[in-house]
């Protein structure tokens, strides 16, 4: 069953995390992502994108200006900032009446972003690339999703061992600076650093990845799915909504995806076998 918690947003409203399923979906203004770059990295294309997973029953809308897929090239500050800051002005002056989250790892892209209309961090390195990212937070209100992403790991040592003590080491920054227990997300970040098995491995003990912390799950399209099944990135859907419902039924609260209502729909008939539907059938 699913622990409560409660994120308070940098408006001091806030964000129930518990048995309904939080949907994020993602909208990458970036030319070169690895399922939809170079679709959304206009203006009036990534509003019409937001609207539209809005309507499909996102929670909240990400909103990454830097690819992350194995291969891509890192941009400066600037270039970032460029890319996410505009969008994140528009979607705000649309009142979306969805909470904004900034996918970056940069502290001063961050700021900018929280000034601009974000209300939550999302560090892909789990605040260990530029540890005043959490300071960032602080001074917003904003809460942190922290990934994990070891490229230092010990390869020789228990994969989940090596999980919590880096996890450890993100718990110790976030504390220094500041930031309250309940302000921080952990997200295992399938995909980062992992082998095949190991992601595997990682979705079958979800709960003991870092106990005590509400968890977002980030599955969406990624070559796990891909290589055990042999399709392409939109081909991944099924595989997507699988590992979806599966963390689900272990706990998780947060789930990151590019396809919002077929993993909405999946992730209300799981709620409403563990728990319950909680509303009237539809007239058929």
Do not use: C
Not at 238 to 257: C, K, S
């Amino acid at each position: 069953m699913h622990t409560a918690y409660t994120l308070t947003l940098p408006d001091r409203s806030e964000l129930a995390l518990g048995s309904t399923a939080r949907i994020m979906g993602i909208l990458n203004v970036t030319p070169d992502s690895f399922s939809d770059g170079g679709r959304f990295d206009r203006v009036d294309e990534a509003l019409a994108h937001v609207r539209q997973m809005l309507a499909e029953g996102a929670d909240i809308i990400d909103v990454g200006g830097e690819s992350t897929r194995p291969g891509s090239q890192e941009i400066g500050v600037q270039d970032e900032l460029d890319r996410v800051i505009p969008v994140l002005e528009v979607i705000q002056a649309d009142r979306v009446g969805a909470p904004l989250s900034i996918d970056t790892y940069k502290a001063l892209v961050a700021d900018q972003a929280l000034q601009s209309g974000a209300a939550i961090v999302n560090d892909v390195y789990g605040l260990q690339r530029e540890p005043e990212m959490a300071d960032v937070a602080v001074l917003h209100g904003a809460p942190v999703i922290a990934m994990h992403w070891d490229k230092a790991r010990d390869l020789q040592k228990p994969f989940l061992d090596e999980m919590r003590r880096w996890f450890d080491r993100t718990v110790e920054i976030a504390e220094r600076a500041g930031l309250a227990r309940g302000q921080l997300v952990i997200d295992p970040g399938f995909g980062f650093g992992k082998s095949f098995a190991e992601n595997y491995l990682l979705l079958r003990d979800l709960p003991k990845a870092y106990p005590g912390y509400p968890i977002l799950v980030g599955t969406s399209r990624k070559s796990m799915i891909g290589k055990l099944l042999g399709n392409t990135a939109e081909e991944r859907l099924p595989g997507t909504i699988a590992t979806n419902v599966i963390a689900y039924g272990l706990g998780a609260h947060i789930f990151r995806v590019h396809d919002v209502g077929a993993n909405r729909d999946a992730l209300r008939v799981a709620q409403a076998t563990l728990y319950g539907p909680d509303s009237e059938p539809y007239a058929l």
